[in-house]
């Protein structure tokens, strides 16, 4: 068989049975793969920044949570009404936990919690609150901003959809 | 040999059939969706929208509500019953402040609880720019309850969903 030959069987192969089904499989096995278990997404927003930034592409990688629960410093995609638009945040306490920000840093149960990947200045105060059962506690990363534009918040635990891939 | 060729252009035919089928057939949840397509289409705007489209599109999104629609959205100051009209003037109001709006729905799930009504969950992103020139972008939960009346699908009750509890 000439290369030529080759090439083109490879662009254009005979419509065999065996080739159709091989092509259906490979086509079903990929809409589950990516609609289900690995879902894309384009981050838009900078609440997140530096950690993730706006215009990335990423993976919502579902798994993690099936056998077990987020933990804190996780960060975790929160759905909506359905995985076609999510919010992308990072945990920072869980159920029956205390939160509360003094002057920018983050307080649980009254002890602070370093947060490494907040790198811009922040100055939010936020009085302490309780975290409901079955909700965690999500926030960005980017912290420069007003307290009343960021979006943060309670969520419950079947909103948590997966994790970032990478 | 011939059997499989047979399999290999019946179920082809039998699927592309039911696919024809549920598309030309007009369910009542594609009229449903096509209440939010509407809805969608007349909120938008775009820069070089004249005035005598910016009325028209007042009284087209008035015509897709029922004549008491009840709106529950608190960080809009959006809380109680409107009437169509009254509607139609804040739909006027809210899109003269934009040069520039694009309203999207995602993940749609509809129920029919009762005959002549549906319940629908949505993701609403709304993005664009304000006359003075700021960036928009708001995603929000929808509940909406849509009433069967004349024939018609109309929004009778709209309420945002607190994804994120502070």
């Given at each position: ?161 997966g994790v970032p891939l990478w | 040999m011939v059997k499989i060729k047979y399999l290999l252009i019946g179920v082809p035919m ?153």
């Amino acid at each position: 068989m000439t290369v030529h030959h080759k090439i083109r069987k490879f662009f254009f192969p005979s419509l065999t049975p065996k080739f159709v089904i091989r092509v259906s499989l490979i086509a079903l096995f990929a809409y589950l793969f990516f609609g289900y278990l690995c879902i894309p997404f384009t981050i838009q927003g900078i609440s997140m920044e530096p950690t993730y930034h706006h215009g990335g592409v990423n993976f919502c990688w579902r798994l993690p949570y099936l056998f077990s629960e987020p933990k804190r410093h996780d960060v975790v995609t929160v759905r909506f009404a359905g995985s076609k638009v999510m919010l992308l945040k990072r945990v920072v306490a869980r159920e029956g936990e205390q939160v509360e920000f003094r002057d920018g840093r983050l307080f649980v149960d009254g002890k602070e919690i370093e947060e490494p990947y907040v790198l811009y200045p922040c100055d939010w105060n936020l009085p302490p609150r309780q975290v409901e059962e079955d909700h965690i506690y999500v926030v960005g990363d980017n912290r420069n901003m007003p307290i009343e534009n960021h979006h943060f918040g309670q969520a419950t635990k079947n909103r948590i959809m997966g994790v970032p891939l990478w | 040999m011939v059997k499989i060729k047979y399999l290999l252009i019946g179920v082809p035919m039998v699927i592309i059939g039911i696919v024809v089928a549920i598309t030309l057939i007009p369910s009542e949840e594609k009229r449903v969706k096509k209440q939010f397509h509407l809805l969608s289409e007349w909120v938008s705007k775009s820069p070089e929208e004249n005035p005598f489209t910016m009325l028209q599109r007042m009284k087209d999104i008035g015509s897709l509500f029922d004549a008491q629609c009840e709106l529950k959205v608190p960080d809009q100051s959006l809380s109680g019953t409107y009437t169509r009209e009254e509607i139609s003037t804040y739909a006027g109001s809210a899109r003269s402040h934009a040069s520039q709006l694009d309203l999207k729905f995602y993940d749609l799930q509809i129920v029919f609880p009762g005959k002549e009504v549906a319940k629908v969950t949505v993701t609403a992103r709304l993005t664009g720019r304000t006359t003075a020139g700021e960036q928009m972008d708001e995603t929000r939960e929808l509940e909406c309850l849509l009433k069967k009346i004349e024939n018609k699908w109309l929004f009778s009750q709209i309420e945002a969903v607190e994804v994120l509890k502070k």
